[in-house]
């Protein structure tokens, strides 16, 4: 059943095409200017069109009703979207980064080629996860998990490597008597 959209006096079709139109220029906008163009719309509809968009359109009532809070006070709500989200875990232990440093910088060693200035070390994410409890004071359900200090200390420029054990060097084959035949 197509409805109605009043502009100037005339009566517009809310068919397909212009469902579209609607649906696409709103999600071109972003914050307040998206809650006023969905604003000017519902008005545009008349009595019932915050049902009728939700219906027809699919866009949320509570943002049309903000939207039409906006424009009847003049006054735009600011959206903080950088403020949203998890914090980040040197965000929330403030000091966790320079305790990773100081367990690790006893424990590292320089690249024994210098081709680069990556520090190995030894220990593992999970080991330094446990000195930070042991040696720290961190709480164990305050900290991260094994795979978040892992790319802390890969950030910290750390990189994780198997201490190579020494093999010695063979000089020279040996014949062995089965070898020979």
Not at 21 to 27: D, E, F, N, P, V
Not at 107 to 123: E, G, I, M, N, V
Not at 155 to 166: D, E, F, I, T
């Amino acid at each position: 059943m197509p409805f109605s959209l009043v502009t100037k006096g005339v009566p517009v079709e809310l068919n397909g095409q212009v469902k579209d139109y609607l649906r696409g220029t709103a999600s071109s906008l972003r914050g307040s200017d998206r809650r006023l163009f969905m604003a000017r719309t519902v008005r545009l509809l008349g009595a019932g069109g915050q049902r009728l968009a939700e219906r027809e359109l699919g866009w949320g009532r509570v943002t049309v009703r903000k939207g039409a809070s906006e424009l009847d006070s003049g006054i735009r709500c600011v959206d903080a979207f950088s403020r949203r989200g998890r914090q980040r875990a040197e965000e929330r232990l403030p000091g966790l980064l320079a305790d990773i440093r100081a367990l690790i910088d006893g424990q590292s060693q320089a690249d024994p080629t210098f081709r680069s200035q990556r520090l190995y070390t030894r220990l593992s994410a999970a080991e330094v996860r446990r000195q930070l409890i042991l040696q720290k004071g961190h709480d164990d359900t305050s900290l991260p998990s094994q795979e978040t200090i892992r790319r802390k200390m890969h950030a910290l420029g750390y990189s994780l490597r198997k201490v190579a054990k020494c093999r010695p060097k063979k000089s020279c084959p040996r014949p062995t008597p089965s070898s020979t035949g």
